[in-house]
């Protein structure tokens, strides 16, 4: 990207040579850095948010490794215990805001309109900003490292009152924050308005594919909480500088009130990370069982009720702040319910599966992997939301197991399963099958090593958070520890994969997968640069 | 100790031996003493045998789908794609086995919330990064302590080999009778804590500002050891809570000496002390509470922790010093600005750490003696 300025001069002569192109829209193009930058195509933009991601899952990786080279053995041997805290704490935000989310937001930019038959996306000036915001975010947040004092190390959820003793690094996190928080607002906008005002002719609502009908919803639930978010880290703000007390008891605040506020936020927010990794399984599995979707209105009906029950579970978070007994059994309630349409869900995946005629290519064994581990994730889910249970549970290993189960395991094995999927699509070339099937099997190897023992560490007693333990937890670390490098190591034959796949590799034909449904399939590979200029008929 | 590799090994043969270990509990809960603790195990042993069986049967399902239903078999493709029956049979099912969960789990619930008619009751208050606890009501009532890890430095940096209790010892247990209903109130200085004692099956947040309750009756003497779980700022990984449950007659005669020993520390506070005394309590004083931060070398930590040695706090007049220690100092922009409040400690030891502060290393205040006395009329 260095040569951009030469590339903005000759940017302008570009049109000399598209004058034949008036047909097909093709206006003067800037080329290099300056045709990313001013973009409003919605595959440049995806691509963008998926390289950021993809290296923000790296940044977020390396944070991991160094958490568990710290945990390999008992003792303090290579950070001071408040670096420890920093580590954990920017691999949660960075792997949570900056990994996970936008590579979503760059799945629904890319597929969105090649799947309802749009040419692009409705707001396409607003596209390239809501992508254009993430680069300053993701600097701040690792520029944090080098303040004085460091990064934030009052953990992902930035619990009150611990957040006032933080140094500048903790603002400019708050500040990363609100960035990726508008920026997923239009993003969401953006994405619901292309669904429901361009889809193609013909594509009732309950015609859309699963990719698109998750992240509608997932899209609605950004825009309900990313604003209940920027409201509890901006009350931070002001309680550490401004001498408000919104937090903080002596003043008549309550340090509680932010945890209810955040896991407002926070608990949608773990849907919002997994409904479009649902989307992407439920159109990778039918394809590769060469058989429709089972019961695909009730995968509907599954998600909205998974999207609404998510507003009302937030506090099993919180069991042991103290609550009343009533409160307890009502949010221990609510959560077991979510197991209802979350089991529909994996049983009409497998009624799709049953009596198919199954092949077992890269994506589909992440798919089946995915089904595989996160219901494991599920099954703990179940166990933390028992409120007696979870009252040993909480704040231990087996939570740190659990969500790894449900996030790795699901929505980040979830986005293997659909890049492998479309990238042939995307890129007009297969990929390296050997290695996409290296890929998944060195990843779901080290990532039950790395995580399975951390149930055991946890219904054992050992904290998370803690940058050292007693040596009845050391077995399990040290194995952990082993994994994580393994599954760490792992993920860059998924870049040499991608890489090789963009450089060249057999043409991929338009079907691409014998199974494959859906109009996306229609277009060539690489589609066009407007994705549909005609609209396709939908019967 | 064992080398790791081979106790890893070692568990792996305990465990397909079934065999029961004497060392703590390695795969599960530790053995629950009290009746909600054991509740709770039941409870989940129950949860994995029914999720166990739903295991069991999904993954059948799948596993025999992929090994018969694969193209390279030659099995072609069925086309159905609904059923009612089916999403409503499989709806009702799961809420069905979900009630059976919640049901049980309910009167754990209820019985846990429950702190009435406690025997005994004890403040614990969550301190970065200790634990004060007062007795507050019943046998021991006045009782006070502050209970700090002992595991010595050494150990944490590989410097000495670590102890069996490494990380989960005490200068002083929380210590109470078997069998007896201890209510604990929970609170904090700073920021939230969390108490948690696993084998008592009590884990309740502490959160300045706030009093919340749990409960146990320990129906077993012994030592038993938790620690801080809610993440309370650089230290929160040494900050254990270490319970000394005893039987009846000894938790008199534990109270009998403690209530003795609280005297002596009362008389301590009003006599004058020398120099040698309080700077040899001083230097014990500084490793078990300041160093953390200031270090033992009294140099700080860059952009963290200031430095003690040529402190102009430390150098000046005492009693800023004093003042300083007893309130702490509330953070501006920079978290080097801050430090928390020192009150919860006893005036003597206050006025020793200060007395050690302002003679050790190249430090030489003009007011290098600071009796406890003055300790006690700033607060």
């Given amino acids: 990207m260095a040569h951009s300025t030469a590339d903005a001069a000759v940017a302008g002569h570009a049109h000399d040579h598209h004058d034949h192109a008036h047909d097909d829209h093709a206006h003067a193009a800037p080329s290099g850095f300056m045709r990313w930058l001013t973009t409003t195509n919605h595959k440049d933009i995806g691509t963008m948010y998926l390289w950021f991601s993809l290296t923000m899952f790296f940044v977020g990786g390396v944070l991991a490794l160094g958490i568990r080279a710290e945990l390999f053995k008992p003792g303090l041997q290579l950070w001071h215990p408040e670096f420890f805290n920093q580590l954990t704490t920017m691999h949660g935000l960075i792997m949570v805001f900056g990994a996970i989310m936008p590579a979503f937001v760059g799945f629904a930019n890319w597929l969105v309109p090649l799947q309802i038959g749009a040419p692009d996306m409705a707001f396409a000036r607003m596209n390239n900003w809501s992508f254009w915001l993430l680069p300053p975010a993701a600097t701040l947040l690792v520029v944090s490292f080098f303040v004085p004092g460091g990064a934030t190390a009052a953990g992902w959820t930035l619990y009150a009152p611990l957040t006032t003793q933080m140094g500048p690094g903790m603002d400019l996190a708050i500040f990363a924050l609100h960035i990726l928080g508008a920026s997923s607002i239009m993003g969401s906008i953006n994405i619901v308005v292309t669904i429901l005002n361009m889809r193609a002719p013909g594509m009732t609502l309950m015609k859309m594919p699963m990719f698109v009908w998750t992240w509608l919803i997932t899209a609605y639930l950004l825009i309900a909480v990313m604003p209940v978010l920027a409201g509890a880290i901006t009350m931070t703000l002001t309680d550490r500088h401004f001498g408000t007390a919104f937090f903080n008891a002596a003043g008549g605040g309550d340090p509680v009130m932010f945890q209810h506020v955040f896991w407002f936020f926070g608990h949608p927010e773990v849907y919002i990370m997994i409904l479009p990794a649902f989307g992407i399984v439920s159109h990778v599995i039918p394809a590769f069982a060469r058989k429709p979707l089972f019961g695909y209105s009730s995968m509907v009906y599954a998600t909205s009720s998974i999207a609404i029950l998510s507003f009302i579970v937030w506090a099993h978070h919180m069991f042991v702040v103290g609550m009343p007994a009533a409160g307890v059994l009502f949010f221990m309630y609510a959560t077991v319910l979510i197991a209802v349409p979350t089991g529909v869900k994996v049983f009409n995946w497998l009624a799709t599966m049953w009596r198919g005629s199954m092949t077992f290519e890269t994506p589909m064994l992440f798919a089946v992997g995915f089904l595989f581990v996160f219901t494991m994730g599920g099954f703990t889910g179940l166990i933390c939301a028992i409120a007696p249970i979870d009252l040993q549970i909480q704040d231990t290993y087996y939570v740190v197991a659990h969500f790894h189960y449900v996030l790795v395991a699901g929505s980040l094995f979830a986005m293997f399963s659909g890049a492998y999927f479309w990238l042939p699509k995307w890129t007009g070339h297969m990929y390296d099958e050997t290695l996409g099937k290296w890929h998944f099997w060195l990843s779901i190897i080290f990532f039950n090593v790395t995580f399975f023992p951390m149930h055991f560490l946890g219904l054992a007693g050992m904290p998370r958070r803690i940058p050292d333990y007693n040596i009845q937890f050391a077995d399990f670390n040290m194995l952990a520890t082993i994994g994580a490098f393994g599954f760490g190591l792992s993920q860059l034959v998924f870049l040499y994969t991608v890489l090789k796949c963009i450089r060249g590799g057999e043409k991929a034909t338009a079907q691409v997968w014998e199974g494959a449904e859906g109009l996306e399939w229609t277009l060539s590979s690489p589609p066009p640069y407007h994705s549909f200029e005609v609209p396709p008929q939908v019967k | ?379």
Avoid at chain 2, 348 to 375: C, F, K, M
């Fill in chain 2, 1 to 379: 100790m064992k080398h790791p590799c081979r106790s890893l090994l070692g568990s792996v043969l305990a465990l397909a031996a079934g065999g029961a270990m004497a060392e703590p509990a390695k795969y599960l809960f530790q053995p629950p003493v009290t009746i909600i603790a054991r509740d709770i195990y039941d409870l989940h042993t129950a949860m994995m045998w029914i999720i166990t069986g739903i295991f069991v049967v999904v993954f059948g399902v799948m596993f025999y789908s992929i090994w018969k239903h694969r193209k390279s078999v030659g099995h072609k493709a069925a086309h159905f794609h609904e059923s009612t029956a089916v999403e409503i049979a499989w709806t009702i099912v799961p809420m069905i086995i979900l009630v059976g969960m919640a049901f049980p789990a309910t009167s754990v619930v209820l019985a846990y919330k429950d702190t009435s008619n406690p025997d005994l009751t004890i403040k614990a208050t969550g301190y970065q990064w200790k634990w004060g606890y007062d007795y507050i009501n019943g046998e021991g009532a006045g009782i006070s302590m502050l209970s700090s890890m002992t595991t010595p430095r050494e150990q944490i940096e590989g410097d000495a080999p670590k102890g069996e209790f490494y990380l989960r010892e005490v200068d002083n247990m929380l210590t109470v009778p078997v069998n007896k209903k201890v209510r604990i109130l929970t609170t904090a200085n700073d920021v939230i804590h969390s108490f948690w004692v696993p084998e008592f099956g009590v884990k309740q947040d502490a959160i300045p500002g706030f009093v919340r309750d749990t409960w146990f009756r320990a129906e077993k003497e012994g030592i038993y050891r938790g620690q801080c779980v809610e993440l309370c700022g650089k230290d929160h990984g040494f900050m254990p809570i270490v319970v000394n449950v005893l039987s009846g007659e000894k938790y008199t005669a534990w109270v009998a000496e403690h209530q003795k020993a609280a005297v002596a520390t009362a008389d301590e506070a009003a006599r004058e002390w020398t120099k040698e005394e309080l700077l040899a309590r001083g230097e014990k004083v500084y490793a078990a509470v300041c160093a953390a931060c200031h270090q033992p070398t009294g140099q700080g930590l860059a952009n963290a922790f200031p430095a003690l040695v040529g402190s102009k706090v430390v150098q000046g007049p005492a009693s800023e010093q004093v003042k300083l220690v007893l309130n702490g100092r509330k953070g501006g922009f920079m978290p080097t600005s801050q430090m928390p409040a020192q009150a919860m400690l006893s005036d003597t030891d206050i006025a020793a750490a200060i007395t050690y502060t302002r003679n050790a290393w190249s430090n030489h205040a003009d007011e290098g003696l600071v009796q406890p006395s003055v300790v006690k009329a700033a607060r």
